[in-house]
């Protein structure tokens, strides 16, 4: 690699620079090679061994991934470089291309290529790793390296979870349909509390209307985890400060199980995200009205719409086109909001399959995967769930990013 451009096309530092990386590559082969083996096999057990020289099957794993990362980006350079000695081949036969003009052309790969490599290596690494766990039985208690290795095996882990194990597939049937009604209503509230406290504050006409906006922007510029952690307490089913209140008042004669009935729970969840979310979306609605015309209203108050219909017609599907990949991204956040859960719930109420598969009652996916990996160590699951999100997740985000303006007028 790099002959081409030294014999023939007299560059040498480009030549020079394909035939270092062919070296480089030649040196590293062998450990390239073993690193292929033993990605293969993820180690042997080998008991009659001490713990610390033992094969650890996840560090096999990761250098595995990282060999076969290095044999994608030498056979793109080498791609790259066939392709180019062939294209100033041909046009050094019709004109004769100069060392500052051969730079130039050299400049921009040579410019992206550190930030290849750095998304190659802590991006698609990682995320190809997470996904190959999902193909192993690496769980506890008998396949957590380094006393023991872990194998492969296959799509197994997708069938236990969808029909192999009726518990495990109830439970993931469970999560999977509350973390979509979750992501749903924990967006759709914020969105539209938020757009209806923007209109009323703009409609009233107040002259203290920005300092009702003050007020209302704080609990969304105070940290959700304190702001969960309080609600937890407030909303003790026995030492609550909010049943005491209500019993103290004569309202209620028993408490309310606000986090201690599954259904409860999750309505529980829902209006405190309201509380934490909707500022963001009040702003937002606010700053998107303030863009509209004054003289599309006036021509509406003219022809005799009243305000419902001006809101009806005119505001709402302004406000909806311009915000409408905001509430996709808010839509994806949520699927994936793991303090907003686990800070106020953990998870809980406890329900029937809770012992085996450690899923509670308002566990979404994210906050069910936490527990499969820190209280059961059930890294395979954990990985199958988390396949799950991102190929739910990545069209939505594909779909925001090409609904966005930039995309669209080719900025992107």
């Known amino acids: 690699m790099g002959l081409g451009h030294i014999l023939f096309l007299k560059q040498y530092i480009k030549g020079l620079f394909y035939a270092a990386v062919e070296v480089v590559f030649l040196v590293f082969l062998p450990k390239i090679i073993t690193a292929l ?35 994608a980006i030498f056979i793109s350079i080498y791609i790259i470089s066939v392709r180019n000695a062939l294209s100033e081949y041909e046009e050094s036969r019709v004109r004769r291309i100069g060392i500052r003009e051969s730079i130039n052309r ?46 492969w095996v296959g799509i197994q882990n997708f069938k236990t979870l969808f029909g192999g194990s009726k518990t495990w597939t109830q439970a993931l049937g469970r999560v999977a349909a509350w973390t979509l009604i979750w992501g749903a209503l924990a967006t759709a509230t914020c969105y539209f509390g938020g757009m ?44 609550g400060t909010i049943n005491r209140t209500l019993k103290a008042w004569g309202i209620i004669e028993k408490t309310i199980p606000w986090l201690g009935d599954p259904t409860m729970a999750k309505f529980t969840a829902v209006m405190i995200n309201l509380w934490a979310g909707f500022p963001y979306f009040m702003l937002l609605v ?6 509209i015309s004054k003289d599309i209203y006036e021509a509406a108050q003219i022809d005799g719409a009243g305000r419902f219909q001006v809101f009806r017609r005119i505001t709402l599907p302004i406000v909806l086109y311009q915000t409408a990949p905001l509430i996709i991204m808010s839509f994806t956040h949520n699927v994936n909001n793991f303090g907003a859960i686990f800070f106020l719930t953990g998870g809980g109420p406890v329900v029937p399959d809770s012992t085996v598969t450690s899923a ?18 059930q890294y395979h699951y954990a990985s199958v769930l988390a396949v799950m999100i991102f190929v739910f997740l990545a069209p939505l985000a594909v779909v925001n990013l090409r609904r966005t303006r930039s995309f669209r007028e080719g900025e992107l």
């Open 37 to 71: 083996g033993n990605l293969q096999t993820l180690g042997v057990p080998q008991p009659h061994l001490p713990i610390r020289e033992r094969d650890n099957s996840i560090f096999m794993l990761i250098d595995g991934v990282v060999a076969c990362a290095v044999i």
């Open 360 to 377: 509670g009652g308002t566990d979404i996916l994210v906050t069910w995967i936490y527990k499969l990996t820190v209280n059961l160590m």
């Open 286 to 291: 606010t700053g998107s009205m303030s863009a």
């Open 196 to 239: 209806l406290m923007a209109v009323i504050l703009q409609e009233s006409r107040l002259k203290i209307a920005p300092l009702f906006r003050t007020i209302f922007i704080l609990p969304y510029a105070i940290p959700s985890v304190i702001s969960m952690l309080v609600w937890q307490n407030l909303l003790n089913g026995t030492f």
């Open 106 to 151: 050299a400049f921009p790969i040579l410019g992206l290529t550190p930030s290849i490599g750095l998304i190659l290596f802590f991006v698609v690494v990682p995320l190809v790793f997470s996904a190959c766990v999902a193909f192993t039985n690496y769980s506890s208690p008998r396949n957590i390296p380094p006393n023991n290795t872990v194998d």
